[in-house]
């Protein structure tokens, strides 16, 4: 009896020692101070909105993004993949990573994308901005893979979410995600309600390297979106990623988005991910086509966050420094940063 | 010297064999849970079928994009339609093609095509819009050989634009 209590215990030991390593790497990335809100150009310091962030749990993840976001974690430990995206992506985790990035607020996203990424309710989502409702607001996104035959059920399920959700400011799409064509009509509707109700559309545009995501024009060009934008000019668009086409790691549909947001009033770009690693390439180019069109007032910053701790600030800081070698204003960094989002969404102003 | 010995050996082969045990024990939890990972199960299917157009659209030698899905896959409020398997080339006309069915990933067959009439490589532009689709649905699925006649009479419609279809 005594040898198997001792047994039990040794075993009890080791299963702590185990988790412990395991909490060591989990607690490896989320150590160290908070930096003071903003980032400092010239002197100024100044604030901050990151307009695209993901939320979302571990149950409602399709098995092969489940694979892909456990990818950074060695096999034989993938199973901590559940607790970190259930932590992470709620709203605690994301004011968490917005603190440790100097960011003042955020925009969370719904999304409905059983093929790829996998959904994050309009409800759930509520709930968690509600977390900090001065520093989180919700972009709503509606359920679109069985349009011919619940399309007007989910219409009134998004209108209601827009209406009678707390601080759900705009509406997250996600065509290449969501499989559905930029240019199908039948879907239109999105856009007359999204402007009735006076809510910018986040729109994905290009690819993504997530398994699963279509790649083909249709689903990926802006410019199949041009017929929508000219129908519904009272609907703001705002062009997620700004055309960069991360499944090829190229500037693909960069420059029809700047000749679209050029053009029509009711169309804004949104640079997401484009300060990540896997665009630090194309990021000097990206920031130099901005610039050069003089379409500064135009870009609302994001980036695609949170996917791992310390991203939204390496985001930040390589944004920035791309901004400041090539002779952004601070003015123009300003707008970027934060004031083209408190005016496109009419907010006040966020102060540091 | 030997005393100051007899006192640190133990200890250290204590240390060298606790630190040893919970390697191994790391070890075998990593192999454990690794080893649940394998190959996708699959089924040979041998498919075929026509392709045909309407009356009047010009299809000689143009390509002809068929993709395969399946009808359905995962569950609760994952579950939704045409779930992508894999795609070929062909021509309008007779076809055939086998492929491995991923029998894990989902369920049914459905078998979509357009036809690329400006031969420009993309299922139509925002201003020319003459690339024909259409979908058949496997009814007599599973099954080792199936046939599918795919009518591309639908503009510019990607495979939500047929299924699932309304309901009557």
């Known amino acids: ?352 | 010297m030997n005393r100051r010995l007899d006192t640190l050996l133990p200890v250290a082969i204590c240390a060298v064999s606790g630190l040893f045990k919970v390697v191994v024990m790391v070890g075998l939890v990593a192999m454990l849970l690794a080893c649940t990972e394998g190959a996708t199960p699959t089924t040979p299917v041998s498919l075929s079928g026509k392709i045909s157009v309407p009356d009047g659209v010009q299809s000689d030698g143009a390509k002809v994009t068929v993709n395969l899905y399946h009808a359905w896959a995962l569950e609760g409020p994952l579950r939704h339609p045409v779930e992508f398997i894999e795609s070929f080339e062909t021509s309008v006309g007779q076809y055939s093609h086998s492929f491995a069915y991923p029998v894990e990933q989902g369920e049914g067959l459905l078998v979509y095509a357009w036809l690329d009439l400006d031969a420009d490589g993309v299922h139509c532009t925002p201003t020319v819009r003459d690339d024909r689709a259409g979908l058949s649905v496997v009814q007599e699925f599973p099954a080792a050989e199936v046939t599918a006649d795919i009518r591309l009479d639908v503009p510019c419609a990607g495979p939500d634009w047929f299924y699932p279809p309304a309901p009557n």
């Open chain 1, 1 to 352: 009896m005594l040898v198997v209590i001792r047994g039990k215990g040794k075993l009890i030991k080791t299963i702590i020692q185990v988790t412990v390593l395991a909490c060591g790497f989990l607690l490896l990335g989320a150590c160290g101070g908070d930096p003071e809100p903003g980032v400092v150009v010239d002197g100024q310091r100044l604030a901050v909105v990151d307009m695209h962030l993901h939320a979302g749990r571990w149950e409602w993840t399709p098995p092969r993004f489940k694979e892909r976001i456990t990818e950074r974690i060695p096999r034989g430990f993938k199973w901590v993949g559940e607790y970190l995206t259930n932590t992470w992506l709620s709203g605690e985790g994301i004011i968490g990573h917005l603190d440790s990035g100097g960011v003042s607020a955020g925009g969370v996203f719904a999304l409905y994308s059983p093929h790829t990424t996998g959904n994050a309710p309009n409800a759930w989502v509520a709930e968690q901005i509600a977390v900090d409702p001065s520093r989180l607001f919700g972009f709503a996104s509606i359920r679109v893979d069985q349009w011919n035959v619940d399309s007007r059920e989910q219409l009134a399920a998004f209108e209601d979410a827009l209406v009678n959700l707390d601080n759900m400011i705009g509406v997250k799409l996600a065509h290449a995600h969501q499989q559905f064509r930029f240019d199908d009509q039948r879907y239109y509707e999105i856009y007359e309600i999204a402007g009735r109700l006076g809510k910018p559309i986040y729109l994905h545009t290009a690819t993504s390297p997530n398994p699963g995501t279509r790649i083909e024009p249709p689903y990926t060009s802006p410019a199949y979106l041009e017929q929508a934008i000219r129908l519904y000019p009272d609907t703001i668009f705002i062009l997620g990623h700004a055309g960069w086409d991360s499944y090829r790691r190229k500037l693909t549909y960069v420059d029809a988005c700047i000749d679209l947001a050029q053009r029509y009033p009711n169309v804004y770009m949104e640079p997401g991910a484009l300060g990540a690693k896997r665009a630090a390439e194309v990021l000097p180019d990206f920031i130099g086509r901005i610039k050069k069109a003089g379409v500064a007032h135009k870009l609302i910053y994001g980036s695609d966050g949170p996917q791992f701790p310390g991203y939204i600030g390496s985001h930040l800081e390589a944004f920035v420094a791309a901004m400041q070698a090539a002779g952004y204003t601070v003015d123009e960094m300003r707008m970027i940063l934060a004031d083209n989002f408190s005016r496109v969404f009419n907010l006040p102003k966020f102060e540091l």
